[in-house]
């Protein structure tokens, strides 16, 4: 039968009507997308550990005076990447790299702000019933985490060596996707709400898209390690390793399981291995649902999910060849979001 039976709130919209809770998420999904790729920007750029200090309460304001600004600028030479790296920089070349780092930080404040505001109107008008309400704590909650875990991921380049762990950078901008991906899921859940019974052409793909999902998560974690440790600045040719499939570097270390986290060569060997998986597992989706009798939204998200895969493996070896150039490098960021924007899509279509 082709009937299904709603399990939906009768408070929410039928799919396809306008919601003011919905589109509120849906901006800041916006917002988060682009804070992810500031993010990108600030670390590609090597400006994320301009700023030494962190003041969430009072920490709006730029320095406004010179003795502000040479106070700041004294404070960042007590650092290891100014003592390591930048001895001698003037204060017009410190200025260049705090203020991207000072727009990331401001803008996570925004963030916060553009949640909070319009959470707290919608719960005193009663617009939020108790699965959203909950949803957007947890959001509130992590948003918070995230600002901690920023501020503690910055801290690990600011003791002896001026270089952020890369564990603690994956853990960042993992943080960043899980608060994407669930506002987004929410948003899409009082856009479009779930059925009882999902028709049967389309119910075994719930699991493969799920899989799809989590497997797409752990190759963009495995690129937040390339990033710590500038991996990508190594073996400059695709699609061999200085002439090897595995390079003669790789699995140096002992214990051996370090050499997925802390081995340049390796990690760089593991990214592009669940790469090129990722490639050809939404692939085999796409196919897969072109044949099968899903509804049209899902084969729309499967279409737009291959055409994604398809621009990121290109835009990553374009980025890997020409060394990791800062506009490449952040259009590859963003094209991570977008193909786990149509991961998360497909998902929810086979699901309805």
């Known amino acids: 039968m082709n009937t299904a039976t709603e399990t939906r709130d009768m408070n929410q919209p ?3 009507a306008f919601d003011p ?5 849906l901006v800041i999904c916006a917002m988060v997308f682009a804070m992810v790729v500031l993010g990108g920007v600030t670390r590609l750029t090597q400006s994320g550990l301009s700023m030494v200090d962190w003041h969430p309460v009072t ?6 005076t010179e003795a ?6 004294d404070a960042y030479r007590q650092s290891p990447e100014y003592r390591h790296i930048n001895a001698g920089m003037s204060l017009s070349g410190f200025q260049e790299i705090f203020w991207l780092e000072y727009l990331h930080r401001l803008f996570g404040r925004v963030i916060g702000i553009a949640f909070f505001v319009p959470f707290a109107w919608f719960l005193a008008k009663g617009r939020l019933n108790g699965p959203v309400r909950t949803k957007c704590v947890i959001l509130f909650v992590l948003g918070g985490l995230q600002g901690v875990l920023g501020w503690y991921m910055v801290k690990s380049g600011l003791v002896d060596e001026p270089s952020v762990s890369q564990y603690r950078l994956a853990a960042h901008l993992s943080l960043a996707l899980v608060i ?5 899921w929410t948003a899409l859940d009082i856009l479009q709400p779930r059925y009882a019974v999902v028709p049967r052409a389309q119910a075994r793909f719930v699991a493969w898209a799920t899989g799809l999902l989590g497997f797409i998560f752990l190759t963009v974690f495995s690129g937040a390690l390339v990033a710590g440790l500038d991996a990508g600045l190594l073996y400059n040719t695709f699609p061999l390793m200085d002439g090897r499939l595995l390079p003669a570097e790789a699995f140096q270390l002992r214990p051996v399981y370090l050499n997925f986290f802390e081995d340049r060569a390796t990690v760089q060997f593991d990214h592009r291995v669940l790469a090129m998986s990722t490639l050809c597992l939404v692939l ?17 998200g499967a279409n737009f999910m291959a055409i994604a895969v398809l621009a990121q493996a290109g835009i990553g070896i374009a980025t890997l060849l020409m060394v990791v150039p ?3 490098g952040a259009l590859h960021q963003a094209g991570a979001v977008v193909l786990l924007t149509s991961a998360l899509w497909c998902l929810h279509q086979a699901r309805r």
Do not use: C, E, I, M
Request: charged residues 15%; aromatic residues 18%; positive net charge.
């Open 21 to 25: 809770v919905a589109t509120w998420l």
């Open 14 to 16: 039928r799919q396809g």
């Open 326 to 328: 800062v506009a490449l």
């Open 284 to 300: 085999a989706f796409w196919a897969a649902v072109r044949r099968s009798d899903a509804a049209p939204r899902l084969k729309q």
């Open 59 to 64: 920490g709006w304001l730029p320095p406004l």
């Open 180 to 184: 994407y991906l669930f506002a987004l």
């Open 68 to 73: 502000a600004w040479q106070a700041a600028f």
